[in-house]
C-alpha cells in the first residue's frame, strides 16, 4: 500500500513563497510519476504540475508555469513544489498523487495524500 503524506502548507501574503513537501512511504518500486493537484470549494481538482520519476521530465498547468517548481525527493521518495511568487488565486488544498504517467489527468494517478492547506491573502 503506498501512503503519501503532504507537509508545509500555510498561510502567506501574495508574492511570498512556500515549499511543499510529499513523503510517499511504500516497499513497492517508484511509480512512474507524481504529481500535484489543487482544489478549491465547489471546484474540481486542478492539475498544477508533474514529473516523470525516470526521466526527470516535468509538466506544469498554464497558470503556474514559471512560479512553480516540482522536484524529486530522492530520500523520501517523493517530491516538492516550490511555490514563488504566490497570488490569492493560488489558495487551494494541494494533493499529492503518485500514478503511471506524467499527465495532468486525474484518474491516471492512483495514490492521494490527503492534502494540505495553501491560503495566500492579499
Known amino acids: 500500500q503506498v501512503q503519501l503524506v503532504e507537509s508545509g502548507g500555510g498561510l502567506v501574503q501574495a508574492g511570498g513563497s512556500l515549499r511543499l513537501s510529499c513523503t510517499r512511504s511504500t516497499r513497492t518500486s517508484s511509480p512512474y510519476a507524481m504529481a500535484w493537484f489543487r482544489q478549491t470549494p465547489g471546484q474540481e481538482r486542478e492539475f498544477v504540475a508533474s514529473i516523470e520519476w525516470s526521466s526527470g521530465t516535468r509538466s506544469y498547468s498554464n497558470s503556474v508555469r514559471g512560479r512553480f517548481t516540482i522536484s524529486k525527493d530522492i530520500a523520501k521518495n517523493g517530491v516538492y513544489l516550490q511555490m514563488n511568487g504566490l497570488e490569492p488565486e493560488d489558495t487551494a488544498v494541494y494533493y499529492c498523487?503518485?500514478?503511471?504517467?506524467?499527465?495532468?489527468?486525474?484518474?491516471?494517478?492512483?495514490?492521494w495524500g490527503q492534502g494540505t492547506q495553501v491560503t495566500v491573502s492579499s
Open positions: 498523487a503518485a500514478g503511471r504517467g506524467s499527465t495532468p489527468i486525474e484518474s491516471d494517478y492512483y495514490y
